[in-house]
């Protein structure tokens, strides 16, 4: 297995945390509050992280059957 260089962590360096964004919780009756404003405003945020070169991390919950 191959090693992945990582730039050392500050606590200056900003970077963009995402967690279980997911397309399923904006459907049905028990959908999230505003979900088109909301999906705009992820797009919004993660295009200007790019911009910046700043890292994103996605953080997705995963189990069998979903």
């Known amino acids: 297995m191959s090693k ?3 730039p050392q962590a500050t606590s200056a360096m900003p970077a963009l945390l995402l967690i279980d964004i997911q397309q399923s919780l904006c459907t049905g009756p028990n959908a999230a ?5 909301l999906i705009a405003r992820i797009n919004q945020v993660t ?3 790019r911009q910046a070169n700043t890292p994103i991390i996605w ?3 995963a189990e069998p059957g979903l």
Do not use: E, K, Q
Request: glycine share 0%; hydrophobic share 45%.
């Open 59 to 61: 953080v997705r919950h």
């Open 33 to 37: 509050w505003d979900c088109p404003t």
């Open 4 to 6: 992945i260089s990582l």
């Open 47 to 49: 295009t200007a992280a």
